[in-house]
């Protein structure tokens, strides 16, 4: 079974700093997904990141796919309260396989 | 709205009864997936399905059964509930390489 560290579990900053989630894993995947997740509700994609050494930036989040494709990480800018929520990231191991997920990263961004 | 639409939302079990969660899309994905998400542990695969008629076993389908008998529709059973089956339960569902589309979850608590 291909696992997914994630990192850190819990995060509690204040509005306008910065912040890093890591995804670790001892396995290739083949792509990577960002979902986030609110109370009550289902995860929701964010972004899905294929390329190894791959960046994509949506507004102040950044996202990059390690150059092996075993690793990733998700970086906001001067977090906002409305980032508040759970991070889970997600590798597809091939093909059709189904995604893996990491545990998750719950974000806590006071005003 | 199309999407993944999920029954019920919340239920209370008594150790031993059986109950069926229903999971229906109205996308035409052929795949569809039944995660649980306990606090801490991130989403487990429970059962999944690549097309009507097909299912396959994922990293926790001890005490689970499911059917796919309609390409839109795909049912967890518990056949007798345990309390250690209290969770959140997601379905989510896809097409040939697409992300992921989640339902809301069924919260579910057996005592």
């Known amino acids: 079974t291909q696992l997914l560290e994630q990192s850190p579990q819990f995060l509690s900053i204040q509005e306008g700093e910065n912040l890093t989630v890591y995804c670790n894993s001892s396995s290739v995947f083949s792509s990577l997904q960002w979902y986030r997740q609110e109370p009550g509700e289902g995860p929701v994609l964010l972004v899905t990141?294929?390329?190894?050494?791959e960046v994509k930036k949506l507004k102040r989040l950044t996202f990059q796919f390690g150059d092996a494709r075993k690793d990733s990480s998700l970086h906001i800018t001067a977090a906002q309260p409305g980032d508040t929520g759970l991070y889970l990231c997600?590798?597809?191991?091939?093909?059709?396989?189904?995604?893996?997920f990491g545990k998750g990263t719950r974000l806590s961004v006071i005003a | 709205n199309a999407g993944v639409t999920q029954t019920p939302k919340f239920r209370v079990l008594k150790t031993g009864q059986s109950m069926t969660l229903l999971c229906a899309q109205d996308m035409n994905h052929e795949y569809m997936y039944w995660y649980r998400q306990d606090p801490g542990m991130g989403l487990r695969l429970i059962h999944y399905?690549?097309?009507?008629?097909?299912?396959a076993k994922g990293e926790v389908p001890d005490g689970y059964n499911v059917s796919r008998l309609k390409k839109q529709n795909f049912l967890l059973g518990l056949e007798s509930a345990a309390p250690s089956q209290t969770s959140v339960y997601f379905c989510a569902s896809r097409m040939t390489g697409s992300s992921y589309t989640f339902g809301s979850g069924t919260r579910l608590t057996v005592v």
């Open positions: 997600a590798g597809l191991p091939s093909g059709n396989t189904p995604l893996v």
């Open positions: 990141v294929v390329t190894g050494g």
């Open positions: 399905s690549v097309g009507e008629g097909t299912t």
